[in-house]
């Protein structure tokens, strides 16, 4: 299984960048595919997910509105497009797969599967 993140970069505060997340390895048919990320010296967290089959998504309250969690099943390929970003967006990024309740999302103990992360830097 292979999680291959990539679209990171140097951003200045208001701009935009679009991560994307290429799956292979399995069958991600039944999978949420999440984004979390995380900051030096902070824990992992939450950013958005989205069901692989369907359209559900859920974001973290500090990305909604600004964020967009997307997906193309035929190339395997989950994307992140982030506007209007902000200092304190700058993190490693992660995408992930499992299969968690909805409830769950944003617990990343329930995804079984990560990519390398891919790094954003947003400056002021």
């Known amino acids: 299984v292979q999680l291959q993140a990539s679209g990171g970069g140097l951003v200045q505060a208001g701009g935009s960048l679009r991560l994307s997340c290429a799956f292979s390895?399995?069958?991600?048919?039944?999978?949420?595919m999440g984004w979390f990320r995380q900051a030096p010296g902070k824990e992992r967290e939450f950013v958005a997910a989205?069901?692989?089959?369907?359209?559900?998504?859920r974001y973290a309250d500090s990305v909604k509105g600004r964020f967009a969690i997307s997906r193309d099943n035929a190339k395997n390929t989950v994307f992140l497009q982030m506007n209007s970003l902000k200092p304190e967006d700058t993190a490693h990024y992660y995408c992930?797969?499992?299969?968690?309740?909805?409830?769950?999302?944003?617990?990343?103990?329930?995804?079984?599967?990560w990519g390398q992360g891919t790094l954003v830097t947003v400056s002021s």
């Open positions: 992930a797969a499992g299969r968690p309740v909805y409830s769950a999302w944003d617990q990343k103990a329930l995804y079984l599967d």
């Open positions: 390895g399995r069958s991600f048919r039944n999978d949420v």
């Open positions: 989205i069901r692989w089959s369907g359209s559900t998504t």
